[in-house]
């Protein structure tokens, strides 16, 4: 089984609709990310939690909504989607140690229509 | 001004041979670390090898190697001996201790090994 593990793989939907892309990892690790990704660009980071009282906006939150339901599980909403939040998602952990990497979840392809 | 500053968008090398991918980054801390990440076709991105800005010596993992030139703020990433399944994108990127620990990505290097 995965370490990091996000539900849809795939997903598309229509412009307004509301979204929910899951989250959840086995690696105890504290800390959670949600990037997105888009052709010829790196990263971009949207949410961050260090724990689950702790949630933290990142570069491109606006339009996006996150909740930490768990040490194990983010959980990134987009509330009224719109066709540019089209994109590969990623979901990522890492512990509280600096020199650790952040491991990935396989992605989430979302396109919306 | 890009942190992170990836120039090669593609390269073509032929198996075999060594390759370096280039990245540069900016920071004014004295703490940071740098991660390179290979993104295959089918998308889950991989870590593949770190340098933390204190490291006395280059990193290395496998036939990964980080070339870390540290006045010139540059962190290379070599590939010895490349295969055909080396052929992906690969990401640098960098955090900054003194930033909540964020990674900042670059925007990659598209990598194509030719048999």
């Known amino acids: 089984d995965a370490d990091v593990t996000q539900t849809p793989r795939n997903r598309i939907t229509k412009t307004g609709k509301r979204i929910m892309l899951e989250c959840s990892q086995t690696k105890g690790h504290d800390r959670m990310y949600w990037y997105r990704q888009d052709p010829g660009l790196g990263l971009r980071l949207i949410y961050y939690s260090f724990d689950v009282k702790d949630i933290n906006k990142g570069e491109i939150s606006d339009g996006y909504s996150v909740s930490r339901q768990a040490q194990a599980k983010f959980s990134l909403s987009l509330e009224s989607a719109i066709p540019n939040q089209t994109a590969l998602y990623f979901c990522?952990?890492?512990?509280?140690?600096?020199?650790?990497?952040?491991?990935f979840g396989d992605g989430t392809r979302l396109s919306i229509l | 001004a890009q942190k992170i500053t990836q120039t090669q968008p593609g390269m073509f090398v032929q198996e075999k041979e060594a390759v370096t991918l280039d990245c540069t980054y900016d920071?004014?801390?004295?703490?940071?670390?740098l991660f390179w990440y290979k993104q295959p076709s089918s998308g889950e991105m991989i870590f593949l090898i770190y340098?933390?800005?204190?490291d006395e010596q280059n990193a290395t993992e496998g036939r990964y190697s980080l070339n870390f030139q540290k006045a010139r703020k540059s962190a290379n990433l070599v590939i010895s001996a490349s295969q055909l399944g080396d052929s992906a994108m690969y990401f640098c990127?960098?955090?900054?201790?003194?930033?909540?620990?964020?990674?900042?990505w670059g925007a990659g290097t598209k990598l194509i090994i030719k048999p």
């Open positions: 990127a960098m955090r900054e201790d003194y930033s909540n620990y964020q990674l900042i």
């Open positions: 990522a952990t890492s512990d509280n140690r600096g020199k650790q990497p952040q491991h």
């Open positions: 340098q933390g800005s204190y």
């Open positions: 920071t004014s801390d004295q703490s940071y670390g």
